[in-house]
């Protein structure tokens, strides 16, 4: 049995979450355990925590979030944001998190998703990637957007599976923020590739928005964030939608 | 006191945590003399069994563990802690388990993507004291291997077909999921766990 996994992510600046409209536009949206925790109990599946300034004096604000976190929310959550190494990983593994994000290091250094995977197995790992369509193809951009590589999306999430990520974390940088639905076509070409499971981010406006991930975008998991905190839509009702549509949820 | 085995793998705050919450007086241990005090243990570990393996060797667990489990305190061990009771693994070729059930942990079958990282439906398939019968329950697994269903296997979900997702011989448990992470039904499952304190079978 395939079960669908509904993640909200929180990105975090500072100690409180956020949520920016194409990575700009800051808005402040509450304190992240707390939302975290209102979210688990709510039947979430997972939690994100998305470090979206992730300069060194945020490191500490972060494992400080983390820690607090473990105490009380009891469903799986992964950091991500400024990962550079390994000891980066463990500080924030140590402090409760279940899995950590990757991108720009891993795109800078791909052997740093191997060490990860070698150092606290495949399952810790999660690589992000944003990515954004150019010329025929998508094209693979970092530091939250604003650096462009030459790596092809479908073929990097080919490459850091086979390097030992368990999973991927895969963002429409054309559709995140602007509320039009996840780009199908994106996550398809990578669910369709990669062995691993793809959790679908970047866009989410409405329920169908998540149905049409799973069922046209072939993701294993989906993402939203500003649905969930802005208080349109609440868990169990993005799985009650989800399960009416014929997609298997655990139920909220 | 719950002893949690801290032999140097993974994630542990979170055991430790979570049994916490359900009022339950738990630490981690990393002298393997402290298990000789416990009133329970918990064998944790995530990565690959071959370094789970390696991990328990290098701290000298190996026989406090089984003495543990020989003198019938309550014993669990979660995800690769589980598939370390059993002899070996197919994803370290050569490495030791711990022997304590028979058989080999092996990969899920190849028609399903790996590894399963999802929530899944648990049903007890016989009388246990971890997993009620007739009331499924909802955990979060994290593996790629798992032993096959023998006749110590007291609860499944399906992935690919019926894969082993908790057992139970005497006061020896294990589970395949992790329920430190498993919300509400996984704190309730640790829950009955440390009920089995003092409790003599």
Known sequence: MQVTRLIPCLDVTAGRVVKGVRFVDLIDAGDPVELAARYAAQGADEITFLDITASSDDRSTMIDVVTRAAEQVFVPFTVGGGIRTIEDARGLLRAGAEKVGINSAAVARPRLVAELAEEFGSQCVVVAIDARRAEGRFEVVTHGGRRPTVLDAVEWAAEVAQLGAGEILLTSMDRDGTRDGYDHELNRAVADTVGVPLIASGGVGSLQDLVDGVVVGHADAVLAASIFHLGEHTIPEAKAYMAAAGIVVRPA | ?201
Not at chain 2, 111 to 124: G, M, T
Request: net charge negative.
């Open chain 2, 1 to 201: 006191m719950i002893a949690v085995i801290d032999y140097g793998i993974g994630n542990l705050r979170s055991a430790v945590k979570a049994m916490e919450h359900v009022g339950a007086s738990a630490s981690l241990v990393s002298d393997p003399g402290e298990l000789a005090d416990a009133s329970a243990v918990v064998l944790p570990g995530v990565g690959s069994f071959g370094r789970c393996a390696e991990a328990l060797s290098a701290g000298s667990w190996r026989t406090p563990i089984r003495e543990a489990v020989a003198s019938g305190i309550p014993f669990l061990g979660i995800c690769v802690g589980f598939q370390l009771l059993y002899e070996g693994s197919e994803e370290s070729p050569g490495a030791r388990g711990l022997g304590l059930l028979p058989g080999m942990v092996r990969r899920l079958p190849g028609h399903v993507k790996h590894p399963q990282i999802q929530w899944n439906r648990v049903e007890a398939i016989a009388p246990n004291d971890l997993v009620p019968v007739g009331q499924d329950q909802w955990m979060y697994f994290v593996h790629s291997y798992a032993p096959s269903v023998g006749t110590e296997t007291v609860a499944t979900c399906d992935y690919g077909g019926p894969v082993a997702a908790a057992v139970q011989s005497g006061s020896l448990c294990g589970v395949q999921f992790h329920p430190e992470k498993s919300g509400d039904d996984g704190l309730a499952l640790l829950r009955r766990f440390t009920e089995l304190v003092g409790v003599d079978r």
